[in-house]
Structures are given as C-alpha cells and as structure tokens.
C-alpha cells in the first residue's frame, strides 16, 4: 500500500507541479492521468525518490521513504518516460548489468532472472540484438524487463505506450495486467484508452491537483444519462460552446459531433449518448477551466 499525504512540490524558478497531492494506492493496476504538464512526470519522479518534494509525505507499507529512501528503492521497478541512452551492447549483457546494479549479485539466479524476463518480455529470441537497434515498442519492452529486475513490490511506468504501434501497445498491455495483479503498479499516461484497458483505481491530475478520484467504471456509471451528442456544422461550435457545456468535440467522417454534459436534453436534437472513461476526462477537464471543481467516487 502507497500512500501519498499532502504532497507539493515547487521548483525553484516558481512553477507549482504539485499542489498537495494526497492519494492511497492499494496492489492493482493505477492509472494517473492528466494532460501534458499536470505534474505526473514530476509526481512519478518523487515516488521513485529521484526527487525530493518541496513538502508532505510518503509511505509504503507505513514505512516513510522520505525518511528512508533505501527502503522503497529496494522494492522498486521504474520504467521512466525517456530511458535515456541505448548503448550498443546486447539486451543480455545489458539486462545481466543492470540486475547487478539492483542487487541480484548471485550468478545461476541472475542468469535465470534475466533468461525469465527476457522469455517474459518476447525479447529472448533477439536477446543477443544490441538494445540501440530495437524498436520502439523493443525498447520498452526492454524497460519493463530492467523494471521487474529483483521482483520489486512497486512498479511506475510513465507514458509507457506514447508512439507504440497498435499491435506493440496490445502487447504492452498484456504485459503489464500480468503484471499488475498483486504488486503496486502505477501507470502514468495521457492516454485514457489505456487506463480504462488496464486500470481498477485511477485519478486525474490537473495544474499539480488531483481532480477526480475512483475507479473508472464507477466513475463512468456517475455519469451516465448527462452526456449528450449531436452532429453539427463546424460554424455552429462557437454558438453551442457559448450556451451549453461542450465538453469535447469529435470528427466522425468529416462531420463535428459534440459532447454536452446536461442533466436534461439541452435541446431538440440530442440524443443520450453512454458515457465512457474519455467523457469523464473531458468533464474533469472542462469542470477545471471552468473552475467548478471535481467529483469523488
Ligand atoms: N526541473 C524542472 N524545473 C522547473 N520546472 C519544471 C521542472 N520539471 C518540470 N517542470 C514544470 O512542472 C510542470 C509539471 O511538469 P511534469 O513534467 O511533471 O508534467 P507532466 O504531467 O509529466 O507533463 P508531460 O506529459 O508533458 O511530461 C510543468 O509546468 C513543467 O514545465
């Protein structure tokens, strides 16, 4: 169990990432969500404790990995957004380095940790391929394999599909759910499809805040029977963002269709539309700009 109390963090040029962030996060698959500079990156950062926060706490099965950063970082796989330089060495030799460098110093157990990850990651067929040659969905593969090196107990990949093909993030995700099952798993992405893929608990982080906590099929059943859709002229958007709240609009074959969040039918014309996880970022975002806050459930 993860649990985040009042957590903010300010950099020194005066940008306010975090903004008391308070969250509890059980075993399972966690999906923080939020548009591009919400904090996520910068929240994912500290709970890997590469960073420390400007205030509040930290605690991982009740230990404070403020306190004792050691602690957590025995237990932890992290897959960050850019894993940085690929050397040309094998993904081996380099999976076979990195389980070193993470304490598994025992030679036939690493031998069989780094051929079971590899198996487990469909890379072992290329195994012996130089990691500057893979794909990108290779490459991050490679990096939940270095993730999972000495069987931590909490993982956190951020934005871990950005710019993988259907077919790569399909196999991301299976990856990732059998994983996901008894550890904590904290997945951080902009991309709602994957959390309503992969995700029990999630949140939206927006402007350093969390907006909306819950789990997204409850959180979705809130909002069934106030989204409305209807298919207009491009030339009628700003007639419609003017007098109803529009909180997301979408091309289908050249047309516009707009999503209206309303308690009634806001006019002749719309139809009940069932609400979906992309519904409840939208009306998270939307509620945000307009300042009328979120929702809990
Ligand atoms: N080292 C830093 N120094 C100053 N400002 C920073 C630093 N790192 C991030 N920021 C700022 O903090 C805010 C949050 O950034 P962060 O990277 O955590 O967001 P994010 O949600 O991960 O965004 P993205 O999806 O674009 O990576 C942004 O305004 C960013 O410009």
Redesign the pocket.
Known sequence: MLTIRNLSQT???G?Q?LKSVTLDIEPGMFGLL?P????????MRTLATLQEPTHGQILFDNKDILQNPNVLRQCLGYLP?EFGVYPKISAYNLLDHLAVLKGVLHKKERKEQVEALLQQTNLYQVRNKSVNTFSGGMRQRFGIAQALLGNPQLIIVD?PTAGLDPEERNRFHNLLSEIGENIVVIL?T?IVEDVRQLCSKMAI?IAGEIKLYGSPNKLVEALNGNIWHKMISKEQLPHYQQSMQVISTRLISGKTQIAVLADYQPELGFEPAEADLEDVYFATLYQHQHEKGGVHV
């Open positions: 950099y020194p040029n940008v990432a939020g591009n500079g919400a904090g996520k990156s910068t929240l957004q934005e951080s902009h982080l």
